[in-house]
């Protein structure tokens, strides 16, 4: 409870919110969907002052700080059952330790300056938890014109009601509702929310392609929120494959975002070396003499079409651009060539841009011959439009294989999926069966009508390097034969069918007394 009588008070408004139904039901195990519900339902808390892009930074650094607190409190005293000595609980066998006078509850005893109290003790967290600087800290509670103390107390009394530690809420659990509200956000957010999020349906399609397996190094250089290398983890374990054998990193511009990301694998229970700042400028991975580190597999989906960057790759100092320069209206085969230096010599890469990348001419076609020429498209697929929360358009995924099997070589499978999806209200999403055919079709690597062709890269040449899948695949099939006299005997008809319908008019007119 909070302290002061005010504060008091409050609690007692906020509490009749909840039914004792709900409160016995918290104490149990939680599932997913029930999960997912009342932590979107904090929202509501913050409706009116406060920008819905911001929700984001109050309600997950909220729900974390939840669970950090929640998670040390089982943990503490499974450990004092065990050993009975208050000191080893308090230090020992703890991934996140909680400084004394910091758990969730220290927190809801203090009467005044909640704000503050909330940014000083997640501050005190950190400084033990250097892992967690940035993270957990980027938030500013004691901002007074977005978010009065009555809504600080409301949002920590309703976390309040649920216990998320893990007797209470699995890791996989927690993470997939962590997911659940960062999905929710970008659904609000509108077209800001494609700069932390991709589709989960286009990260399984990728992550399934690729195909990653235990040992392997996995890096997204414009990881966003995470959800790339989270689902590289689950991919493994609906393979029966052990994911902490699996080597994930990430590197990610916007603060906020990075955050968000180092938020998301933690809730995940998962191990991820995630990391902020340009990676055009300043790419963080490195091995021996400053070489870029190099990966089993590479994935991302970049902002699409940035500009400005034509400066910072031609200043480059890791010989990434081999290939040429990307013009400063569009840095996408500049995104293409980092991930290719990123790779290591049997490596493969999934991307996911704008079909533009696919057949503009330019600086950006004679990147395109060169990559062509080396043979080391592998695969293009064209994706349905509306699937991407920050554009309507249709977009793509470029397959590249540093080590294509023989039967591949000097060939590129064209897939056309832009037919096949769920439509929303205001969006479209690949179904299961959608993003099955399209891994099934990849594996196969064959034609298949109206869907896919297999081209040589003799023929990409003398289509001058054009990588548009519709140049490939006939996906409206041959042109319905026109019989023209049975078209005009038709016209004739539905003619003679409107002289009756005018006459029986006329004639129901003059019967009104009314001429046409």
Known sequence: MFGSVRGTQQIKEVSTRYSMAQQKLFEEKITLPELEQYLWRAADILRGPIEVSEYKNYILTLLFYKRLSDVYLEEYEETLEKYKDKEIAKEKFHRFNIPEGCLWDDVRKIGANIGETINKTLDNITRVNPELD??????????KEKLTEDRIVKLMEHFSAIKLGNCNVEPDVLGQAYEYLIK????TAGKKGGEFYTPKEVVRTMVKILNPDEGYEI?????GSGGMLVESHYHLKSKNRDPRKLFLYGQEINVLTWAIAKMNVILHDMEAEIRQGDTFANPIFLEGEGRLKRFDVVLANPMW???GYKEAMES????RFIYGI?????????????MLTSLKPDGRMGV??????????????KIRKKVVDDDLVECIIALPEKLFYNTGAPGCILILNKQKPESRKDKVLFIYAG?????LKNMNRLRDEDIERIYNTYYEFKDVERYARVVSCDKIKENDYNLSVTRYVDVFGEDEQVDASEILRELKMLEQESTKIDEKLDKYLRELGYER
Do not use: M
Request: charged share 25%; proline share 3%; aromatic share 14%.
């Open 419 to 423: 037919n096949e999806f769920e439509k």
């Open 316 to 319: 480059d100092r890791f010989n």
């Open 352 to 365: 996911v841009l704008d079909n533009g990348v696919l057949f503009r001419g330019g600086a950006e076609g």
């Open 305 to 307: 079409n940035q500009d």
């Open 134 to 143: 940035g993270v957990l800290n980027r938030t500013d509670f004691n901002d």
């Open 184 to 187: 929710q956000f970008a659904d």
């Open 219 to 223: 890096y997204d250089p414009a990881c």
């Open 326 to 338: 990307a013009p400063n209206s569009s840095a996408d085969w500049g995104w293409i060539q980092h």
